[in-house]
């Protein structure tokens, strides 16, 4: 059975630049993974032009949505361009639940949180490979 690989990445402030996306997938099944992307369920409701959109979805069901995603994962790809607090909250919750975690940052100064709760932080895509490699 191939292991599972989530995505997990920023959408709020970036709803129209998620092709981080489909190269972090890319990757993934090119080395003989399954991918987990919520955002294939979820852009529908990322219109980028309306505020506090959020406020219109039933909360629970949009986040529980997210982590019964991070229960079926073997591995999570955060992507970390800037700081995110769903991908933070996802990345925190899937290391609880024993998920090998993988951070994707050029960001100089990580969170404690996020280096103490990551297995292996890489500074850009073209390293992800590499790292997906030492969880096969």
């Known amino acids: 059975m191939k292991k599972k690989v989530f995505i997990s990445g920023p959408i709020l ?4 630049n998620q092709e981080y996306r489909k190269e972090i997938s890319d ?17 529908v409701l990322y219109k980028g032009d309306e505020d506090c959109w959020w406020n219109k ?3 629970f069901d949009f986040i529980q949505r997210d982590l019964d995603d991070a ?9 970390l361009p800037i700081l995110s607090a769903g991908a933070c909250m996802e990345l925190f919750y899937a290391k609880h639940k ?3 975690i993988i951070v994707v940052s050029e960001m100089e100064c990580l969170s404690p949180w996020i ?3 990551s ?3 890489v500074k850009s895509l073209n390293l992800l490979e590499d790292a997906l490699k030492k969880f096969q």
């Open 13 to 16: 402030g970036m709803e129209n």
């Open 27 to 43: 990757v993934c099944v090119r080395i003989g993974f399954d991918v987990i992307d919520p955002w294939n369920r979820e852009k």
């Open 57 to 59: 979805v039933s909360t």
């Open 71 to 79: 229960d079926r994962c073997d591995i999570m790809v955060v992507y």
């Open 98 to 100: 024993g998920k090998k």
């Open 115 to 117: 280096i103490a709760h």
């Open 119 to 121: 297995d292996i932080i």
